[in-house]
């Protein structure tokens, strides 16, 4: 699973996209962010190309799957509660193991 | 409302000794007990798994403990090694794909 970019830093009402791709042909995908001493908490998922669904936080955020492989994050007008480290991740099936990318930490001033 | 409380928040063991982590849940629903394992600048990877219709897993050194009436679950690494300092997360999950994880432990393995 791959993201980019790694780190990002921008100001308040800007609009941006962290992209996330894999290549394990994997149906489902996930966005997570994590934040100090709240471990991590779902955004966005997908279960299929086509398909988005929200998750515990997802205002703020939008998302699309327009293919298998990717599974881009929008942050529509940034803002400083957006200060996060995000991750994307990706499985076979609902069953199965969960591979997380490398990261995006974000900062929004 | 946090949906998997985990405990303790850090952990200090001397090399060689027993880290224990513990979780619980509410939801009757969860049919999916993942612990990650995740370093400083990197995404959480997946150390052991178990489902609810066992009590106990074991892979290597980590052990996953599961105690369904009680709704908790708890992770042991044994002979811990400076190199299992990590911060681990328990994490739950029902079949429609929601996971919810825990607020994760800072496990320091002292030589």
């Known amino acids: 699973v791959t993201q980019n970019p790694r780190y990002l830093i921008t100001v308040t009402g800007k609009k941006l996209t962290v992209t996330c791709s894999q290549n394990m042909n994997h149906e489902y995908m996930s966005w997570y962010r994590q934040d100090p001493g709240m471990g991590l908490r779902l955004i966005y998922y997908s279960a299929s190309e086509g398909t988005t669904d929200k998750g515990e936080v997802p205002n703020g955020y939008n998302v699309s799957r327009s293919t298998t492989e990717d599974f881009p994050l929008r942050l529509l007008s940034a803002a400083p509660s957006q200060t996060s480290v995000y991750f994307c991740?990706?499985?076979?099936?609902?069953?199965?193991?969960?591979?997380f990318g490398p990261g995006t930490r974000l900062t929004v001033l | 409302q946090q949906q998997v409380k985990q405990s303790p928040q850090s952990l200090i063991v001397q090399k060689g000794g027993i880290s224990i982590i513990n979780c619980a849940y509410e939801?009757?629903?969860?049919?999916?007990f993942p612990w990650y394992q995740q370093f400083p600048g990197k995404g959480p990877a997946l150390l052991i798994a178990i489902r609810p219709d066992v009590s106990e897993k074991k892979e290597g050194r980590f052990t996953i403990s599961f105690n369904k009436s009680a709704k908790q679950f708890s992770l042991h690494i044994m002979d811990s090694q400076p190199g299992d300092s990590a911060t681990y997360f328990c994490?739950?999950?029902?079949?429609?794909?929601?996971?919810?994880f825990g607020t994760g432990t800072s496990l320091t393995v002292i030589p």
């Open positions: 991740a990706s499985r076979r099936t609902v069953r199965n193991e969960q591979f």
């Open positions: 994490a739950a999950s029902t079949t429609g794909n929601q996971f919810y």
């Open positions: 939801n009757t629903a969860f049919d999916y």
